[in-house]
């Protein structure tokens, strides 16, 4: 996975740089899709997780609820 690939680079080098997971598999796959590949960013290391084109307040809701912890975009 890129996400975990570039939070280990980021240890290696000791760099801050802020690692920002966006999926756009909203409108080409599905919100269960987009919940599950944001999870799965957050649990990579992602530090702000982000899914493009969400269509209404409950799936913002949602996605809110997806590791509470990690900052959304």
Known sequence: ?????AVD???ETGSDIVIVARTDSRQAVS???SLWRSRAFADAGADVV??????SREEM???CEVSP???KM
């Open 1 to 5: 996975m890129r996400i975990k690939a």
């Open 9 to 11: 680079a980021r240890e």
């Open 31 to 33: 919100l269960d899709e």
């Open 50 to 55: 982000f899914i493009d084109a969400l269509a």
């Open 61 to 63: 809701k949602s996605f």
């Open 69 to 71: 912890l990690v900052p």
